[in-house]
């Protein structure tokens, strides 16, 4: 089972950045996914970004596409690069892990295990 502990979030204001980490540990096979979710008040969780490890592919939501990059640097550390951030980013943002078929990666039933989260807040 993998463990996922979420860091960088934090307060900023409209147009900055953040670098969220996310710190994988314990058992995933050699082809697995991964991704991050936020969730404002009152909101259902929403897919931000996704990275499949059999191909390296990456998947955006729209709201996102040209400003957060998703990276990992190794099979432990995944990363949520956000530049030019609004206030309508601000939420509680998870890192998620799932395997198995190739999933709908923007879709939080697919993912299993999940992060405690940590806060990202934007202000105008």
């Known amino acids: 089972q993998v463990q996922l502990v979420e860091s960088g979030g934090g307060s900023v204001q409209a147009g900055g950045s953040l670098r969220l980490s996310c710190a994988a540990s314990g058992y995933r096979p050699s082809t697995y996914y991964m991704g991050w979710f936020r969730q404002a008040p009152g909101k259902d969780r929403e897919g931000v970004a996704a990275?499949?490890?059999?191909?390296?592919?990456t998947y955006y939501a729209n709201s996102v596409k040209g400003r957060f990059t998703i990276s990992q640097d190794n099979a432990k550390m995944l990363y949520l690069e956000m530049n030019t951030l609004k206030p309508e980013d601000t939420g509680m943002y998870f890192c998620?892990?799932?395997?198995?078929?190739?999933?709908?990666?923007?879709?939080?039933?697919?993912?299993?295990?999940w992060g405690q989260g940590t806060q990202v807040t934007v202000s105008s």
């Open positions: 998620a892990a799932g395997w198995g078929s190739r999933p709908f990666f923007l879709l939080s039933y697919e993912y299993p295990y």
């Open positions: 990275i499949y490890t059999g191909d390296g592919s």
